[in-house]
């Protein structure tokens, strides 16, 4: 089991960037492929992006390509979400999520430890 505590979130005006952090502490973190996911007021929880144990390969949902960048560092067990070109509609719950299953298209209930989320919200 892993512990996930996530940082980084706040208001930002639309097109502003924000980088969102999460920390890890328990098992170890190199063992997890990682992920990030969203919910917003009403709406169900969203994939965001996802990165392999050595941060070689990365996934993101297609809202996110060219503005989001996931990355890791393993040193510190901490994975990262840069989000650039913030838009209202990015506005909701951020949350990390760790997952020993292999890299690939990973179902929501395979991610067995999650953080507790951190508010993101993006004003027009």
């Known amino acids: 089991q892993v512990q996930l505590v996530e940082s980084g979130g706040g208001l930002v005006q639309a097109g502003g960037s924000l980088r969102l952090s999460c920390a890890a502490s328990?098992?170890?973190?190199?063992?997890?492929?990682m992920g990030w996911f969203r919910q917003a007021p009403g709406k169900e929880r969203e994939f965001v992006a996802a990165i392999s144990w050595s941060g070689s390969r990365t996934s993101y949902v297609d809202s996110a390509k060219g503005r989001f960048t996931i990355s890791r560092d393993n040193a510190k067990s901490t994975v990262y979400l840069q989000m650039n070109s913030l838009k209202p509609e990015d506005t909701a719950v951020y949350y990390c999520?760790?997952?020993?299953?292999?890299?690939?298209?990973?179902?929501?209930?395979?991610?067995?430890?999650w953080g507790q989320g951190t508010q993101v919200t993006v004003s027009s």
């Open positions: 328990g098992r170890t973190f190199s063992d997890y492929v």
């Open positions: 999520a760790a997952t020993l299953a292999g890299w690939g298209t990973i179902p929501v209930d395979e991610y067995k430890d």
